[in-house]
């Protein structure tokens, strides 16, 4: 008898975890997939349905490819900036002749996570400003002025510029991740390789990289799914995508295809295009990573 009021209590401490993930993960995504087969507006009640017509659309639709060649470019460049970057960071704040200073430089480079994204685009709005922009006054300070140009208002320049933002501020957060895989492996196996005479660099890549391998797992996951899901400094910096949709993203074309095209079954088969590739790229890297599992 008390067995079974414990197994009934358990489901009920579960039973709330269960009720948010289906009233706000589950059916919303199953209702979205089955408004990708209609065609409506934002505030029409009727629904005309359409089959596979928004899917097919997609294929001959422009700015998809432009879109998804952006998601990639902050999906390599983030990659390597935040999590390579961050690791290599982290490694180095965690190292014995940084450990006075390290959690002064945690904090300042953690800093721009908390900063609102609006603030953010603020700040590197003058930063790129062609005038009096910060960028564009250094390199004239130190005789690069030839290298100056209106940043995000060149199709080649601003998806870059762009990006260079999402670096600037999310890289402190996967530093701090990996401060926190690197302050958990045993210190014996640091003194075993020094003992053994591995250099600093070696240590790094022999004991460090190894011993957090789940965390980079954790860490590229995030780093290449929200990639995929990138709209605020897009939209915010460039005014949706622009100059024209050079900087457009996958979520900032899918937000402008619902509320200003007012084609929401349009952007319903767009939000199921970005959720397989999330879906698909998770599955890979979990396969790739084979986290959980002994070697």
């Not at 990639?72 to 014995?96: H, M, N, P």
């Not at 930063?127 to 208002?153: R, S």
Request: aromatic share 14%; net charge positive.
């Amino acid at each position: 008898m008390k067995k079974s009021k414990i197994q009934v209590a358990q489901y009920l401490f579960i039973l709330p975890c269960i009720a948010f993930l289906l009233l706000f993960i589950y059916y919303p995504l199953i209702q979205n997939f089955i408004y990708s087969f209609y065609d409506f507006s934002v505030f029409s009640p009727a629904k005309t349905f359409v089959g596979l017509k928004n899917f097919k659309a997609l294929l001959s639709d422009k700015v998809i490819v432009t879109a998804l060649t952006n998601n990639i470019r902050y999906a390599v460049i983030s990659v390597f900036c935040q999590v390579f970057i961050g690791l290599v960071l982290a490694a180095i704040l965690e190292d014995k002749l940084f450990r006075k200073i390290a959690p002064v430089c945690r904090v300042i480079y953690f800093m721009p996570v908390v900063i609102s994204i609006s603030v953010i685009a603020l700040l590197f709005s003058f930063i790129y400003h062609p005038q009096v922009g910060l960028l564009n006054n250094f390199l004239e300070l130190i005789g690069l002025g030839k290298l100056a140009k209106p940043w995000l208002g060149l199709p080649n320049t601003a998806p870059y510029a762009v990006i260079a933002v999402s670096q600037w501020q999310s890289t402190g957060y996967i530093m701090m991740l990996f401060v926190v895989a690197i302050q958990k492996i045993p210190k014996e196996l640091y003194e075993a390789a020094e003992i053994d005479g591995a250099g600093k660099i070696k240590r790094f890549f022999h004991v460090t990289v190894p011993q957090v391998k789940e965390m980079l797992f954790v860490t590229i996951l995030i780093t290449v799914t929200g990639a995929f899901l990138v709209f605020n400094e897009p939209y915010i910096l460039t005014k949706g995508g622009g100059p024209g949709t050079s900087s457009i993203t996958l979520a900032v074309h899918m937000y402008q295809s619902g509320f200003f095209k007012d084609n929401m079954g349009y952007a319903s088969a767009l939000a199921i295009i970005i959720f397989a590739i999330t879906a698909l790229l998770a599955l890979v890297q979990i396969y790739s990573f084979r986290t959980g599992k002994e070697d």
